[in-house]
Each structure stands twice: as structure tokens, then as C-alpha cells.
């Protein structure tokens, strides 16, 4: 794994993507994207000869790194076999991977419907949710993200939501548990965890609950902060729903698969929604593939009565045979447990002990392999390092940190004034102190703007 310097083709693949790849969330000429030659486990590299250990996973989704030797093999093995067929037919592999991941979700999620990624995923749960109920709104959290197409980004609580809301999706909006940044002047868990409850409640009344189809929330929002919710909010929104007959979605497509040291974050509480979405780790992104796992009850609603939706892609062959061997080589590697045990023994400690050092650190919050730093410019205050949404110049000393990550060799993942720690489940105890020390350094240049 020592990568050659290539700097010509790196030129040449850098050139093409200039002049014709349009990037995701960016102004198109204001982006200077590496060129990236190749990766293996929880590495990448450029054509310069660069590595860098990935600290996010891509977009948190190679829970166990890139190139692993067995999902590649069921790759190409499914390829020579049968590379594709439509949904409408029963395959083998779609079928194992239906079985494999229903037989990991809680409770009775045990119908799994297949979509392309997680967004698609959302909107499928929220229209389920509609059909089955009747009902039109859905309730989902602020500091959130549920995906990029229409419905999905409206159900999204943070501000990628802003420009392309319709505003006639039916989506309200209400504070989910942060006890950090407290909306309830709440000064402990117990506090902001019941009185966030009750402004659900009361959200849920004003608003009429006979017109709420669904609650959808990440079972521990992701790209909004990995804000592990308090012990008891969610067996909290389990009681309201089940009160009111609205359909609990929890969104696991960044928390489920291992992420947390458990198969899903919703593990963790014991709390079985009605429908989960997920994506990412289920096939570590090797192929593209998100899901809803629906409950009996859900199901049952299009047992005699066509669900009407659906996609051409929907359990491709590719994407289904990576899922098994993903889910096969998670089991046989122990990488929930391992993820679950570095959390504890390594992760944790270390980051505690970082914020002990750095001024900039505000709070460290997590769990498993899903941790976030939020940095500030005063601890006093908890003034955020950059401004709520901050972009260019405001951004400033994120993109200082960023750099000087890269710099140690760290990729990190980096949104706002955080800066998350999430390498893939199965990094090895060495490249988590590698990756540990190199954040140590570029935390330095963070601390200069406290
Ligand atoms: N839900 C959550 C919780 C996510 O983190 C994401 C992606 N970051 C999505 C949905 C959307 O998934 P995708 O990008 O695969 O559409």
C-alpha cells in the first residue's frame, strides 16, 4: 500500500473534473477537489504520493475502510453471475441481503424495502407514513439532515434545507434535545430531556396530532453535531407517538451499521421505531444502497393494497451482493464490538483529554465511532468558532484547522464549528493514535482564534 506519485494523470483526472463534473453543495468554481489515486482500509492517496488517514469515512459511510478484500470478491463474483435484474424478481442476493439486515434491526422491522441511497429512503418512510395513516404532516427536528431530494430536504432541520424548501411539503419543525446549546434553559439531561419532550407535546397539540402522519428523527443526528440524545427521549417520543397513532421513523443511514458500537444507535435505548430508514453502512458504499425496514403493522397496510412507489434500481443485484458480504465480514471481524470497544478505551479518553489542553474544544460528545468536537472561541460563552452556517471568509479558522489536519496526514470531517471523529469501524487501535495525534497538532491552529 505505498502509493507511486503520478503527478501527470493526477493533472489530467483534475483537468477533466474542472472542466465537467458538477460538484455536490458547492459553488462550482470556488472548489479545489484532490485528486484521489487510490485507497485501501482506512487510507486514501493522492497523486503526489500523499496519504491520508480518513477521519470521516468519506461521507461516514466506509464503516469497514475502503477496499475490503471480501466485499470486492462478492463484487465481482455477482458481476460474472448476474450483474443485474429488475425488483420485480426474486434474486438471491437481494433476498439474503433482505434477510441479513432484518434480522439485525429491532423489534418486527422485518419487510426491507430497497431505494438508491438514504434520502430516497426518507422519502419512501415519510410517504409509507402518509399512506398508512392518512394523515398529512410530519414532524422532524431542526438541528437535523435527512438527505438532498425534495421531501427529504424538507423534512431536513439545518440550513442546507433553506434554498430549495417548498414550503408546502407539510414539514414542522421542533427542537429535539441538545443540552449544550439548551432552547430550554435546561442545566442538566434530565431537565432538557423532559422539557423537550414537552414542547413535542405541545407542538404535537397546536398542531393537531389527527394531522400528523410522522415524527422523523436521526436516532442520533449526524452532520447537524452527533447530539446523543438524553436516557429517555426517545422511549419518550415512543410513548407520544403511540399515544397520538403517529408513525416513529428513526433515520440510521450515518448512525446504523456498527457507527455506534451497536448494529444501530436505536440498540442503545431499546426503542423500536415503526419504519428505519438507512444507507451508507450497510455495503460501506461500495455500491450505491439505502432501505426502509418497516414494521408488521406498516406492512401490513400494503399486504391486500399496492405501495406506490418504487425504483428501477430498487435491490440492484451489485449493491444487495455487497451488502452480505459487508454484513458477513462485520460479523466475522467482531467490528460492532470493536468499534463499541475502541469508543470506550480509546476514543473517549483521548478526545476528554484533548479538550483538557485545547481552548478551542467546547464540548466532546459521542459514542462508538461517531464523535463530535465542537470548537469555540470562548468556553465561557460557548461562542462558536465560526458563525451559525458560516461560509468563505467567516469560515476562516475551520478551513485554517482543516488544513493543518491535512497537513499531519489527517482527513478530518468537518462541518461548521465541528470537527467529527468518525473513521471507519474497523480502524486498528494504531491508526486511531496516529489520527488522534495529528489532530492534536491542527487543534493548535485552532485554538489561536479562541
Ligand atoms: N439521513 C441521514 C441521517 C444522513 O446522514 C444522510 C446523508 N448524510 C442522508 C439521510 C441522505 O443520504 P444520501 O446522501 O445517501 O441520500
Same mark, same amino acid.
Given at each position: ?72 470478491? /462478492?463484487?465481482?463474483?455477482? !458481476? @460474472?453471475?448476474?450483474?443485474? =435484474?429488475?425488483?420485480? *424478481?426474486?434474486?438471491?442476493? &437481494?433476498?439474503? %441481503? ?14 426491507i424495502f430497497f431505494t438508491n441511497g438514504g434520502a430516497d429512503a426518507v422519502e419512501h418512510a ?21 438527505g438532498?431530494t ?12 433553506? /434554498?430549495?424548501?417548498?414550503? !408546502? @411539503?407539510?414539514?414542522?419543525? =421542533?427542537?429535539?434535545? *441538545?443540552?449544550?446549546?439548551? &432552547?430550554?434553559? %435546561? ?66 443511514v ?23 430508514t438507512f444507507a ?8 450505491p444502497l439505502g432501505g426502509v ?16 412507489g418504487g425504483l428501477?434500481y430498487s435491490g440492484?443485484?451489485?449493491a ?131
Amino acid at each position: 500500500m505505498t502509493p507511486q506519485p503520478h503527478p501527470e494523470a493526477g493533472a489530467a483526472v483534475k483537468a477533466a473534473d474542472r472542466a465537467h463534473v458538477f460538484h455536490s453543495w458547492s459553488a462550482q468554481e470556488l472548489i479545489d477537489p484532490l485528486a484521489v489515486a487510490g485507497a485501501e482500509g482506512s487510507y486514501f492517496w493522492d497523486y503526489d504520493g500523499r496519504r491520508y488517514l480518513d477521519f470521516s469515512s468519506g461521507l461516514v459511510y466506509t464503516n469497514i475502510g475502503y477496499q475490503h478484500p471480501k466485499v470486492v470478491a /462478492a463484487i465481482q463474483e455477482q !458481476a @460474472a453471475h448476474l450483474t443485474t =435484474f429488475a425488483p420485480a *424478481f426474486a434474486i438471491e442476493a &437481494r433476498s439474503e %441481503a433482505a434477510r441479513l439486515i432484518a434480522e439485525r434491526t429491532p423489534g418486527d422491522l422485518d419487510k426491507i424495502f430497497f431505494t438508491n441511497g438514504g434520502a430516497d429512503a426518507v422519502e419512501h418512510a415519510v410517504r409509507m407514513a402518509r399512506l398508512h395513516t392518512g394523515r398529512p404532516k410530519v414532524l422532524s427536528a431542526y438541528r437535523s439532515y435527512h438527505g438532498g431530494t425534495q421531501q427529504a430536504v424538507n423534512v431536513t432541520g439545518d440550513p442546507r434545507r433553506w /434554498a430549495s424548501d417548498t414550503g !408546502a @411539503a407539510g414539514v414542522v419543525h =421542533f427542537w429535539a434535545p *441538545f443540552l449544550y446549546r439548551s &432552547r430550554f434553559y %435546561a442545566e442538566t439531561e434530565e431537565q432538557e430531556c423532559a422539557r423537550a419532550l414537552e414542547h413535542l407535546e405541545t407542538t404535537i397539540a397546536f398542531e393537531g396530532p389527527g394531522t400528523i402522519a410522522a415524527i422523523v428523527l436521526e436516532t442520533i443526528p449526524g452532520t447537524a453535531g452527533i447530539m446523543v440524545p438524553p436516557p429517555g427521549y426517545l422511549a419518550g417520543v415512543r410513548e407520544i407517538c403511540d399515544q397520538h397513532g403517529i408513525v416513529f421513523v428513526l433515520d440510521e443511514v450515518m448512525a446504523g451499521f456498527g457507527r455506534t458500537g451497536e448494529w444501530f444507535a436505536a440498540d442503545l435505548s431499546g426503542v423500536v421505531p415503526d419504519l428505519m430508514t438507512f444507507a451508507k453502512g450497510v455495503n460501506s458504499g461500495y455500491v450505491p444502497l439505502g432501505g426502509v425496514a418497516i414494521s408488521g403493522a406498516i406492512a401490513e397496510t400494503f399486504a391486500r393494497r399496492p405501495y406506490p412507489g418504487g425504483l428501477t434500481y430498487s435491490g440492484h443485484p451489485l449493491a444487495c451482493a455487497a451488502a452480505v458480504a459487508t454484513l458477513r465480514v462485520m460479523a466475522e471481524e467482531g467490528v460492532v464490538d470493536h468499534a463499541r470497544r475502541l469508543g470506550e478505551d480509546v476514543v473517549a479518553p483521548a478526545l476528554h483529554e484533548l479538550a483538557e489542553r485545547h481552548p478551542s474544544i467546547g464540548e466532546v460528545r459521542g459514542v462508538g465511532m461517531f464523535w463530535a468536537l465542537e470548537l469555540v472561541r470562548n468556553r465561557e460563552t460557548r461562542e462558536p468558532l465560526v458563525p451559525y452556517n458560516a461560509t468563505g471568509e467567516a469560515n476562516a479558522p475551520m478551513a485554517a484547522f482543516g488544513a493543518a489536519a491535512k497537513k499531519h496526514g489527517l482527513w478530518p470531517f468537518i462541518n461548521m464549528n465541528r470537527t467529527h471523529v468518525v473513521p471507519p469501524c474497523n480502524v486498528s487501535e494504531a491508526e486511531l493514535k496516529e489520527g488522534l495525534a495529528a489532530l492534536d497538532a491542527a487543534l493548535l491552529v485552532a485554538d489561536e482564534y479562541t
